[in-house]
């Protein structure tokens, strides 16, 4: 018994869905793409992104709040009509479809399996009533052998892994939506490191400033020890002459009194 494919390789598709609106850096993408692209025909895609990238970046705020607006408003408009379109008779009667055809494909299971399961009873009940002593190389032998392996492909053409699911085929349009996401995020990535870079170059200018200020100081500092050291080994030597004189007078006094 051969069972039909038919039904298991066609592919049930949904009526066409709401587009979803783009993002905001996405809009600007898409809004000066073509003008840097004539501008500078010399430049390839990722450098093309990261010139774009770099104009996001750069822009006032309230010019990016122009395409914020625009994000939010067509956001608000796609929730309204997924709503709808999700409670559409063309969708619901795909939904009711796709629920027929997933109990069909477990009833055509169920039957690849009842067939395998008869024909390996059919091949032991053969063999059981084979008697004509022959080598195993019978022409009935040969056919059996075929028949039985034929069916076993049957089964295992049947199998789950075997079939895909509808659910998991990546349509032309998810691929190139899939494609678009992959370009945006290299040129966010390209973006990111650009940052970090920048970033890394501000801390060793700062750094090296902060270590010649620091050097510069240690050298007054430095300085101002010597001439410390110095002006207080003449501070010491004048008081110790001012002591000294003193000390001479007083001797000098003292034998003028007792006189």
């Not at 309230?62 to 956001?75: A, F, I, R």
């Not at 969708?91 to 395998?116: P, R």
């Not at 990546?170 to 990111?192: A, D, E």
Request: proline residues 3%; aromatic residues 8%; negative net charge.
């Amino acid at each position: 018994m051969i069972i039909s494919t038919k039904m298991l390789n066609n592919e049930l598709k949904p009526p066409k869905a709401p587009e979803r609106p783009l993002m905001p850096y996405m809009r600007f993408c898409k809004h000066v793409w073509e003008t840097i692209k004539q501008d500078n025909p010399e430049l390839k895609l990722g450098e093309i992104g990261k010139m774009i990238g770099q104009r996001w970046r750069n822009m006032a705020d309230d010019e990016k709040q122009k395409y914020l607006d625009q994000y939010e408003s067509e956001k608000a408009e796609y929730h309204r009509a997924t709503a709808i379109y999700q409670q559409s008779p063309a969708y619901q009667a795909y939904l009711a479809a796709k629920e027929q055809q997933k109990h069909q494909e477990q009833k055509v299971k169920e039957k690849a399996a009842q067939i395998s399961f008869q024909e390996q009873e059919n091949h032991k009940m053969f063999y059981a009533e084979e008697d004509d002593g022959d080598d195993g190389y019978s022409e009935k032998h040969i056919a059996t052998q075929r028949y039985h392996r034929n069916h076993a492909y049957i089964a295992e053409l049947f199998q789950e892994g075997s079939v895909p699911d509808v659910r998991t085929v990546v349509t032309k349009q998810r691929m190139l939506i899939l494609q678009k996401q992959v370009q945006s995020l290299v040129s966010h990535q390209s973006q990111l490191e650009e940052e970090l870079q920048s970033i890394d170059k501000s801390y060793r200018e700062k750094k090296q400033k902060y270590d010649e200020s620091n050097n510069s100081f240690l050298s007054k500092m430095e300085d101002l020890r010597k001439k410390c050291d110095v002006e207080k080994s003449e501070f010491f030597n004048i008081l110790s002459s001012i002591e000294n004189s003193n000390a001479t007078e007083e001797a000098t006094e003292t034998p003028m009194e007792t006189n």
